[in-house]
């Protein structure tokens, strides 16, 4: 959702090949003047130099990404976000995006200048409703349809050319900082646009704007519990200084809060056809946001998610990440998580396996094997029968 | 001599002067190496080029080609709460750590863990995870292969993995799967059979 590295000036030019994440919020609602003015023909065609020259350069990434071990190219998926994206930017306009679904489970989205979408699965994974991942693609297709990644990439040759000539002076280095500084404030004013244009189009498509916040709120909470978790600060105080490529998630929560609250209500979420869509790769894409190393982020959206759906197979996750970090109390947690979700669907094998081995860690053997024995016999397949058959006595 | 040159020459000088444990070494035939004075002894069942700093301490790094075509990490006497390899980031992007309470169950994940982090693996398989023997002791040897992210390269690993004395060893073969991974594992594998362990002597108060 937002670039690595916020105080690179170089990074972030070519960055830009690959325009900038999503959304995200301090309090004042600041009056939005059309930064940019957005092209509308279709097919659209690169003009002068740099957009050709630009546009190459992404046609190279995009020529490396069809290839790519990490796309995901299940039709059904693919499919379903494509209509997402139809419904919300209208059918001329999406007819000419081409959309890559990657494996990785970093929550982030980007649109080139070539009308080439990436959606990573941590992405996927951080939304709960349609009207969420719609306000994703509008907010990335108003970067490409307002050109932002060309204008950008002006702003900064013009100020980079000038900031090469005054540090050949005393104040040079000095000067160096403003200019950085005042690109990232044009960075700013381009993706509050593009909040702004996606927020439009969610309301024109039927999608209840209040969605779009659910996210950002989401990445905060992750950013808290990754600093408690590891005894830090939390990111959420150094974005609140909104001094990056992107505005704070403070101000761009207050600002689409306002913006919703001018909305009729009855605007549609779309929570059930988002979890059916999602469905199959719900499990792949928790087990990589689990095994991400990053317990307090992991905790909070598994419980957030929780909140908002009831798939068991956010039970079994939770039951992993307790599992997996095994401080006391974890064991118990872990086999409460394992058990609610044989509670809800008796089926899951995986949620078998997790009790089995947290059982065996928590000396009732004799439950444990009997959990073990039963994720055998439903996962004929399974890459480790071998080790659980012999902890759970039975000849693999 | 220029200025550049000078300095190059005193870098080069220095590296030298330092190298004798960054320098790779030839392992013949049936030698027998005690990998970073730990408790695990190899006997080479074949040719290897071995360098004695790996990324732990007590760890030591093998290949035949060079590492990014096939590397063989062997770690031996990773203490609890230590990680399985290097920490480049630890404030931001800690690695997991072994702790003394895990079983041979829980390498599988941890190793998978280490790897998403210190690797930048996605599209993590397991492939196989099966009782195993490491120097006598129970073990579990894991088949696994990944993606890192960005990378068009898929990667395939085995490593064996043994918890002696409440310490974690583990002989580690990985290498790309287009060709390098088929021709080389069974010759890694053969490291990971030969291991053995020896009992350091308590020094005398």
Same mark, same amino acid.
């Given at each position: 959702?937002?670039? &690595?590295?916020?105080?690179?000036?170089?990074?972030?030019?070519?960055?830009?090949?690959?325009?900038?994440?999503?959304?995200?919020?301090?309090?004042?609602?600041?009056?939005?003047?059309?930064?940019?003015?957005?092209?509308?023909?279709?097919?659209?065609?690169?003009?002068?130099?740099?957009?050709?020259?630009?546009?190459?350069?992404?046609?190279?990434?995009?020529?490396?990404?069809?290839?790519?071990?990490?796309?995901?190219?299940?039709?059904?998926?693919?499919?379903?976000?494509?209509?997402?994206?139809?419904?919300?930017?209208?059918?001329?306009?999406?007819?000419?995006?081409?959309?890559?679904?990657?494996? &990785?489970?970093?929550?982030?989205?980007?649109?080139?200048?070539?009308?080439?979408?990436?959606?990573?699965?941590?992405?996927?994974?951080?939304?709960?409703?349609?009207?969420?991942?719609?306000?994703?693609?509008?907010?990335?297709?108003?970067?490409?349809?307002?050109?932002?990644?060309?204008?950008?990439?002006?702003?900064?040759?013009?100020?980079?050319?000038?900031?090469?000539?005054?540090?050949?002076?005393?104040?040079?280095?000095?000067?160096?900082?403003?200019?950085?500084?005042?690109?990232?404030?044009?960075?700013?004013?381009?993706?509050?646009?593009?909040?702004?244009?996606?927020?439009?189009?969610?309301?024109?498509?039927?999608?209840?704007?209040?969605?779009?916040?659910?996210?950002?709120?989401?990445? /905060?909470?992750?950013?808290?519990?990754?600093?408690?978790?590891?005894?830090?600060?939390?990111?959420?105080?150094?974005?609140?200084?909104?001094?990056?490529?992107?505005?704070?998630?403070?101000?761009?929560?207050?600002?689409?809060?306002?913006?919703?609250?001018?909305?009729?209500?009855?605007?549609?979420?779309? &929570?059930?056809?988002?979890?059916?869509?999602?469905?199959?790769?719900?499990?792949?894409?928790?087990?990589?946001?689990?095994?991400?190393?990053?317990?307090?982020?992991?905790?909070?959206?598994?419980?957030?998610?929780?909140?908002?759906?009831?798939?068991?197979?956010?039970?079994?996750?939770?039951?992993?990440?307790?599992?997996?970090?095994?401080?006391?109390?974890?064991?118990?947690?872990?086999?409460?998580?394992?058990?609610?979700?044989?509670?809800?669907?008796?089926?899951?094998?995986?949620?078998?396996?997790? /009790?089995?081995?947290?059982?065996?860690?928590?000396?009732?053997?004799?439950?444990?094997?009997?959990?073990?024995?039963?994720?055998?016999?439903?996962?004929?397949?399974?890459?480790?029968?071998?080790?659980?058959?012999?902890?759970?006595?039975?000849?693999? | 001599?220029?200025?550049?040159?000078?300095?190059?020459?005193?870098?080069?000088?220095?590296?030298?002067?330092?190298?004798?444990?960054?320098?790779?070494?030839?392992?013949?035939?049936?030698?027998?190496?005690?990998?970073?004075?730990?408790?695990?002894?190899?006997?080479?069942?074949?040719?290897?080029?071995?360098?004695?700093?790996?990324?732990?301490?007590?760890?030591?790094?093998?290949?035949?080609?060079?590492?990014?075509?096939?590397?063989?990490?062997?770690?031996?006497?990773?203490?609890?709460?230590?990680?399985?390899?290097?920490?480049?980031?630890?404030?931001?992007?800690?690695?997991?750590?072994?702790?003394?309470?895990?079983?041979?169950?829980?390498?599988?994940?941890?190793?998978?863990?280490?790897?998403?982090?210190?690797?930048?693996?996605?599209?993590?398989?397991?492939?196989?995870?099966?009782?195993?023997?490491?120097?006598?002791?129970?073990?579990?040897?894991?088949?696994?292969?990944?993606?890192?992210?960005?990378?068009?390269?898929?990667?395939?690993?085995?490593?064996?993995?043994?918890?002696?004395?409440?310490?974690?060893?583990?002989?580690?073969?990985?290498?790309?799967?287009?060709?390098?991974?088929?021709?080389?594992?069974?010759?890694?594998?053969?490291?990971?059979?030969?291991?053995?362990?020896?009992?350091?002597?308590?020094?005398?108060?």
């Amino acid at each position: 959702m937002r670039p &690595t590295c916020r105080h690179c000036v170089g990074v972030v030019i070519a960055a830009l090949a690959v325009v900038s994440p999503v959304h995200s919020a301090p309090a004042p609602v600041p009056e939005h003047v059309p930064v940019t003015t957005p092209v509308h023909a279709t097919p659209y065609s690169p003009e002068g130099a740099e957009e050709q020259g630009l546009w190459m350069e992404v046609d190279e990434t995009e020529r490396r990404l069809k290839t790519s071990p990490q796309l995901i190219s299940d039709p059904a998926l693919n499919g379903y976000v494509r209509s997402v994206l139809c419904r919300t930017v209208g059918e001329r306009q999406c007819a000419a995006a081409r959309l890559y679904i990657l494996r &990785t489970p970093d929550a982030n989205a980007s649109m080139a200048p070539n009308r080439m979408i990436q959606l990573n699965s941590g992405m996927l994974l951080h939304l709960t409703s349609e009207a969420q991942l719609a306000s994703v693609l509008g907010h990335e297709f108003a970067h490409y349809e307002h050109r932002h990644a060309l204008l950008f990439f002006r702003e900064s040759k013009k100020k980079n050319s000038a900031s090469l000539w005054l540090a050949m002076t005393g104040i040079g280095l000095l000067a160096a900082f403003g200019i950085e500084n005042s690109l990232f404030r044009y960075s700013r004013d381009m993706e509050r646009e593009a909040d702004m244009d996606g927020l439009r189009r969610m309301a024109a498509a039927g999608y209840a704007q209040s969605e779009a916040v659910a996210p950002w709120k989401l990445l /905060r909470a992750e950013w808290d519990g990754t600093a408690a978790e590891r005894k830090r600060r939390s990111h959420s105080i150094s974005d609140d200084k909104a001094d990056g490529t992107h505005p704070s998630m403070a101000e761009r929560i207050a600002y689409t809060e306002a913006e919703a609250a001018k909305q009729a209500p009855g605007a549609e979420i779309g &929570t059930a056809p988002y979890q059916a869509a999602l469905g199959r790769w719900l499990p792949g894409f928790l087990d990589d946001q689990v095994k991400r190393n990053d317990f307090g982020a992991s905790d909070v959206l598994i419980a957030q998610l929780a909140e908002r759906t009831h798939s068991p197979w956010l039970l079994v996750a939770h039951g992993d990440l307790y599992r997996t970090r095994a401080q006391p109390g974890d064991l118990d947690k872990a086999a409460g998580f394992y058990g609610e979700a044989l509670a809800a669907d008796g089926d899951l094998p995986l949620a078998r396996r997790g /009790r089995g081995l947290t059982l065996l860690k928590l000396g009732r053997a004799d439950e444990a094997k009997a959990d073990l024995r039963a994720y055998l016999a439903r996962s004929p397949d399974a890459p480790d029968r071998a080790m659980i058959a012999m902890l759970a006595g039975e000849h693999p | 001599m220029k200025a550049p040159i000078r300095l190059a020459c005193a870098t080069a000088l220095i590296l030298a002067a330092a190298s004798p444990a960054l320098a790779w070494k030839l392992v013949n035939q049936g030698d027998q190496v005690i990998i970073g004075k730990t408790t695990m002894v190899v006997t080479a069942p074949s040719g290897w080029n071995r360098i004695t700093t790996g990324y732990v301490t007590g760890s030591e790094i093998w290949t035949i080609d060079g590492t990014l075509l096939n590397e063989l990490y062997i770690a031996s006497d990773i203490a609890a709460g230590k990680p399985l390899l290097y920490e480049f980031n630890k404030k931001d992007n800690p690695l997991p750590k072994f702790a003394d309470t895990m079983q041979l169950t829980d390498l599988p994940d941890l190793l998978e863990r280490t790897w998403r982090v210190g690797r930048k693996a996605v599209v993590f398989k397991t492939d196989a995870v099966e009782p195993a023997k490491l120097g006598g002791h129970d073990a579990v040897r894991i088949r696994y292969e990944y993606v890192p992210d960005g990378n068009h390269l898929t990667y395939k690993g085995v490593v064996t993995a043994a918890i002696v004395g409440g310490q974690l060893q583990l002989v580690l073969f990985e290498a790309p799967a287009l060709f390098y991974y088929d021709r080389d594992h069974v010759r890694a594998e053969a490291v990971m059979d030969g291991v053995t362990f020896r009992v350091i002597p308590v020094a005398k108060p």
